[in-house]
């Protein structure tokens, strides 16, 4: 079973507005909720793609029940932690440039960490779990790390996608695959990254240096390249305008594990992550498969070995 782990859900509240002023009443011309938080997200567009998951973290107050409610509606199972406070609201605001306000975790307790130790717990390693997103700033930033350590002493493979210092930390428990963006990548080492050159120069130097098996480094609308072993491919999506980022990594990691569990061919397996991360990016909200299958004919795979 695949399971997602979202310590930090939100409901994501898109507000398009014709022409954003900062400080000035602004009216929305179109507004979109949607449950949100990268495992969420990832356990979302793997639904769509016909790969059931059980959703895990926090939720609490009205916003979680919003979020239980929906994935329920969705047919996606869920076992979450309750916790006392209200799930946060991450407001995005559409209007020419794309600004994200994301909210503040509610207060999380030691027994709502035991109670999620608990559910963890019970993974075997039969078992994936997708670790995803910002962590609560009350919790320690090497929480990830802490958790993963048991599942991996269990044979559990994890896909991490988290950033700043939660992945730093969590980078030392080794997970079986990571997806950094090229800034995020950058950050990690201190320099800059604007080439794919330079992305895969910097993704091998990061399975080498955490004993990773499997990254993906994504670069917006340059696609993606993904390094294995000694190996390292690129996928660059179709040009076209995007409408949407948020997600698009999310559906970026759901496409990869949704094909990397039924193809050993990383091209092919790199090919269909893109298109589910860029069948985002030019859809209003989260990609359909038929959406994704359709830009895969268009994406262009490269193999970048010596
Ligand atoms: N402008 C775009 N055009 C085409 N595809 C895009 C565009 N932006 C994003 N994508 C697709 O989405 C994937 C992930 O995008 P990105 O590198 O921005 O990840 P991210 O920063 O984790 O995304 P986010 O946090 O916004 O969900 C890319 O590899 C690409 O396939
Ligand atoms: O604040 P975090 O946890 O880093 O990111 C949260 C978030 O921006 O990421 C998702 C898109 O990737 C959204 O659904 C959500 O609002």
Do not use: W
């Not at 896909?159 to 695959?177: H, I, R, V």
């Not at 660059?236 to 039924?262: M, T, Y």
Request: glycine fraction near 8%; hydrophobic fraction near 40%; include cysteine.
């Amino acid at each position: 079973m695949i399971y997602t782990l979202t310590l930090n859900p939100a409901l994501d509240y898109v507000v398009e507005v014709a022409d954003f002023t900062e400080g000035s009443i602004n009216r929305t011309k179109n507004e979109l909720k949607y449950p949100g938080g990268k495992g969420i997200n990832v356990s979302r567009v793997l639904k769509r793609l016909g790969v059931s998951s059980t959703a895990l973290g926090f939720t609490g107050g009205f916003t979680g029940d919003y979020i239980e409610n929906v994935l329920k509606q969705e047919n996606i199972d869920t076992d979450f932690v309750r916790v006392n406070g209200d799930t946060r609201i991450n407001v995005k605001i559409r209007g020419g440039k794309e600004t994200e306000i994301n909210g503040a975790s509610p207060s999380i307790s030691e027994d709502d960490i035991r109670s999620l130790e608990s559910r963890l717990a019970l993974l075997d390693n039969e078992d994936q779990l997708v670790v995803a997103g910002s962590l609560p700033s009350m919790l320690p930033p090497d929480t990830y790390k802490r958790l993963m350590i048991r599942l991996k002493e269990k044979g559990i493979r994890v896909y991490l996608d988290t950033s700043g210092e939660a992945l730093t930390k969590a980078l030392e428990a080794s997970p079986y695959f990571v997806k950094p963006n090229h800034l995020e990548l950058a950050e990690l080492y201190d320099v800059s990254i604007s080439s794919v050159e330079e992305a895969v120069q910097y993704g091998k130097k990061l399975l080498d240096d955490f004993d990773i098996s499997h990254a993906v480094i994504s670069m917006a609308g340059e696609g993606a390249v993904y390094l294995h072993g000694d190996e390292a491919y690129q996928a660059k999506p179709p040009e076209r305008p995007a409408v949407n980022s948020v997600g698009a990594g999310d559906s970026l990691v759901a496409g990869f594990i949704a094909k990397h569990l039924l193809s050993n061919n990383p091209d092919e397996v790199l090919a269909f992550a893109v298109s589910a991360g860029s069948a985002t990016a030019f859809s209003e909200t989260f990609c359909t498969k038929e959406e994704v299958v359709q830009i895969n004919k268009e994406i262009k795979t490269a193999v970048l070995n010596e």
